[in-house]
C-alpha cells in the first residue's frame, strides 16, 4: 500500500469511504436477515479498528508534542463522538437481536458530522503540526493493526 507520508488526512478520509460504502452495504442490501447482521458486525470490526487508530496512535503521537488545552478538548470531542457511534451501533444490534430489522439514519447522521468534524479540524491540524518521523511511526503503527 502506497500512501502519502505528508498527509494523516490521505489514509484516513480513504478509510472514511470505506466505512460509509460498508454501510451501504449493510443498508442496500436485500439480503436475508442473518447475511445482513454480517455485514453488519464486519462493520462494526472495521469501524472500531478506525477510532482505535485514531484515539491510541494518532492522537497519542499528537499529543506527545502538543501539551495544550485545545488538543485536549478536540481529543474529548473525539471520544465522546466515537462513544454516540458505538452506542449507536450497540442499539442497532438489540433491534437485530429482535429481529426488528436495521434502520441506520441516525447512524449515518452521526458518522457524517463525525467525518466532518475530522476532516475540517482534526486532521488538517495533525497535517499540519506533526513532523515526517512523527507520521512516518503513524503509518507504521497502522500498518500493524491493519495486517
Known amino acids: ?49 478506525h477510532f482505535f487508530i485514531e484515539e491510541k496512535t494518532i492522537f497519542k503521537e499528537f499529543s506527545l508534542r502538543k501539551e495544550e488545552i485545545k488538543v485536549y478538548n478536540m481529543y474529548l470531542e473525539l471520544t465522546k463522538q466515537h462513544t454516540n457511534i458505538l452506542n449507536e451501533l450497540e442499539k442497532m444490534k438489540s433491534n437485530f437481536a429482535k429481529g426488528l ?15 466532518k468534524f475530522e476532516e475540517k479540524l482534526l486532521y488538517p491540524k495533525f497535517d499540519e503540526e506533526l513532523d515526517i518521523k512523527s507520521k512516518e511511526k503513524i503509518f507504521s503503527q497502522i500498518n500493524e493493526i491493519l495486517l
Request: glycine share 2%.
Open 1 to 49: 500500500m502506497i500512501i502519502e507520508t505528508s498527509k494523516v488526512s490521505s489514509l484516513m478520509l480513504n478509510d472514511h469511504l470505506r466505512l460509509l460504502s460498508l454501510l451501504h452495504k449493510i443498508e442496500s442490501s436485500q439480503d436475508s436477515l442473518e447475511k445482513r447482521y454480517e455485514a453488519y458486525m464486519d462493520f462494526i470490526w472495521n469501524i472500531e479498528k
Open 101 to 115: 430489522g436495521f434502520e441506520s439514519f441516525r447512524l449515518r447522521d452521526l458518522l457524517i458530522a463525525h467525518q
